[in-house]
T-cell receptor, first 110, second 114 residues
Framework: QKEVEQNSGPLSVPEGAIASLNCTYS??????FFWYRQYSGKSPELIMF????GDKEDGRFTAQLNKASQYVSLLIRDSQPSDSATYLC??????????FGSGTKLNVKP | EPEVTQTPSHQVTQMGQEVILRCVPI?????FYWYRQILGQKVEFLVS????????KSEIFDDQFSVERPDGSNFTLKIRSTKLEDSAMYFC????????????FGPGTRLTVL
């Protein structure tokens, strides 16, 4: 059973701060990692994906991957109230099957 | 962003009834998925298609569930004899041929079993 673990939160940060979201996964052979944002009652939307160890930046978002520690994180710089949502970590396994974490709820306070 | 539509947006049914949920993905998809998300819980994989055939099924996808392509363009998820615990959001999702890194989700169907 492939597991993806996230702290459920809520994580509360003030507007303008950096939000740090973390995820661990159980399958050491996993190669592809994804971060989704999900607003209440809506479908997940992809923020970014990462395949290689290290950092990947896209605008205010930075994904970090450490395969040795089986750890992937998402940093959100200059957090805005509109970033308040649940952030889902997902791992792609064999046969393009995706495994999702239960998500971390982020609250950005004005 | 590729268009994936789902109908209905909200379905209310009585326990024991059958429901059919529909999804229409764009035509150039490579993989197709059905997921379930019980309120407050994680997105759970149900079943996937590749080349118009089921490629993977989860342990959740038991005899209560079935999937069809009634006219070659849309997918249906049938839930027979619904139970209270089937109440959830049901999402379909695709991976396209042009961008195999990204999974696009439909807006979802909220199923409420009374």
């Amino acid at each position: 059973q492939k597991e993806v673990e996230q702290n459920s939160g809520p994580l509360s940060v003030p507007e303008g701060a950096i939000a740090s979201l973390n995820c661990t996964y159980s399958d050491r052979g996993s190669q592809s990692f994804f971060w989704y944002r999900q607003y209440s009652g809506k479908s997940p939307e992809l923020i970014m994906f990462i395949y290689s160890n290290g950092d990947k930046e896209d605008g205010r978002f930075t994904a970090q991957l450490n395969k040795a520690s089986q750890y992937v994180s998402l940093l959100i710089r200059d957090s805005q109230p509109s970033d308040s949502a649940t952030y889902l970590c997902a791992v792609k396994g064999n046969f393009n099957k995706f495994y999702f974490g239960s998500g971390t709820k982020l609250n950005v306070k004005p | 962003e590729p268009e994936v539509t789902q109908t209905p947006s909200h379905q209310v049914t009585q326990m024991g009834q059958e429901v059919i949920l529909r999804c229409v993905p764009i035509s150039n998809h490579l993989y197709f998925y059905w997921y379930r998300q019980i309120l407050g819980q994680k997105v759970e994989f149900l079943v996937s298609f590749y080349n118009n055939e089921i490629s993977e099924k989860s342990e959740i996808f038991d005899d209560q569930f079935s999937v069809e392509r009634p006219d070659g363009s849309n997918f249906t998820l049938k839930i027979r004899s619904t139970k209270l615990e089937d109440s959830a959001m049901y999402f379909c999702a695709i991976i396209t041929r042009s961008n195999t890194d990204t999974q696009y989700f439909g807006p979802g169907t909220r199923l409420t079993v009374l």
